[in-house]
Structure formats: C-alpha cells, structure tokens
C-alpha cells in the first residue's frame, strides 16, 4: 500500500526550514527518500535502514521511527535549490509516497 | 559508464499499437524496476526484478509485460496501447536490491491517442 506524505506542499523562503513526514501502513524495515525536478527523474537523497544507519546527502538529515511506521525528512536552512517534489520510498518492492511538493522563494 | 539509459525519450502510438520501451544499465545492477509517473502524480511500480531470469509485478502492471534475460536489460512491453497509458515512464537500477540507492534513467515520454 502506497505510503502517506504531508504536507502536500509547503511553501518557503529561502533560510527557512521544513520537516516532511512519511507513513506506513505497513511494517518497515527501511525507508528511501528522493527529490524530482519538474522535467527530471528522480534523484537519491538518503536511505535510513532499522537500527539508525543512514546512507546519503550530508545536508539533508532524516529519522525513522520503525514503531510508528514514519519516516521525517528535515530541510534546514533552504536554498533555492531545494524546490522540487520529494517522494518517500518504502521496500521490499520500492513503492512511493504520494510525494510533497516544496518551493522555496528568494 | 553511461548508467541507466531509455530508448526512446518521446513516444506517439495509436490506440491499439504494440511496443517495447527499452532500458539499460552498464553498472551490473541485480536489482531493476519500471514506474509510471501520469503528469502531477507520483511514481507507480509497474514490474520489477532481482535479477536475470526473475520479475515481478508491481503496483499496477496490467497491459504491460516484462523480461530480463540478461543482467544489463529489461525492456517493458506494451501489449495493446491504450490513452491511459499516457504517461512518462522511468527505468531505475540499483545494487543490493531495495537497500540500495535507485539510480534513475532519464524517462521517456509516451502519448497514446
């Protein structure tokens, strides 16, 4: 079953911070996160794996709460590179969120 | 290396028409998959495989057939194109499965009419 995100958008300035949320409705044992630019593919942000070991982007921090099925994403201090749709991923067969959709202004 | 690539990148068929949309990875990636991604939507599993030989489906794999006989390739197969298979699809690879980081082909564009 497909995971829940929220917010479905958010909306920021640049230096601002955002914290984007995953669940499950299901058990899990990993979470993945990504980033879409309008037009791209999906790029790799992080994977948090059960026992706390994380795997990708040095600026981007997440958590993972294996009990209640959630996953946060935590964006801090904003640049305008940030923008762009991000999606949770949940395995054994990657299945994704229905994605949250940032902006950040100047 | 080249990474993950899609033939073609834009796509029109009529109602009815067959194809193959093609993807290949140079990484020797056990782990493939395909998506769908309908405009302002999120992405949809269509099939997957761990590996040359195995496939699987997804979350929404009607009208669309699979094959991996090789480790480098796994090309999707529409059998009878419908509208609503418009669509960008995506082609990912990844090493160690689903614990691994997805590498992401560039998509192709597909309309059906």
């Known amino acids: 079953q497909q995971p829940v995100q929220s917010p479905q958008a958010v909306i920021l300035r640049e230096g601002e911070d955002a914290v984007i949320n995953c669940s499950s409705s299901?058990?899990?044992?990993?979470v993945h996160w990504y980033r879409q630019k309008h037009g791209e593919a999906p790029v790799f942000l992080m994977i948090?794996?059960?026992?706390?070991e994380q795997k990708g982007h040095e600026k981007i921090s997440a958590s993972f709460n294996e009990k209640k099925q959630q996953s946060s994403l935590y964006l801090t201090a904003s640049q305008l590179s940030y923008s762009g749709t991000y999606f949770c991923?949940?395995?054994?067969?990657?299945?994704f969120g229905t994605g949250t959709r940032l902006q950040v202004f100047p | 290396n080249a990474g993950v690539t899609q033939t073609p990148k834009f796509q029109v068929l009529k109602t009815g028409q067959s194809m193959t949309l093609q993807c290949a990875q140079d990484?020797?990636?056990?782990?493939m998959s395909w998506y769908r991604q309908d405009p302002g939507m999120g992405l949809r599993l269509i099939h997957y495989?761990?590996?040359?030989?195995?496939?699987d489906q997804g979350e929404v794999p009607n009208g669309y057939n699979v094959s991996r006989s090789t480790t480098e390739d796994f090309p999707l197969r529409l059998l009878s194109a419908a509208p609503s298979q418009t669509s960008v699809y995506f082609c990912?690879?990844?090493?160690?499965?689903?614990?691994?980081?997805?590498?992401f082909g560039p998509g192709t564009r597909l309309t059906v009419l």
């Open positions: 948090l794996l059960k026992g706390g």
């Open positions: 495989s761990v590996g040359a030989g195995i496939t």
């Open positions: 990912a690879s990844s090493y160690g499965g689903t614990r691994g980081e997805q590498f």
């Open positions: 990484m020797n990636h056990e782990y």
């Open positions: 991923g949940t395995p054994p067969a990657l299945i």
């Open positions: 299901k058990a899990l044992y990993s």
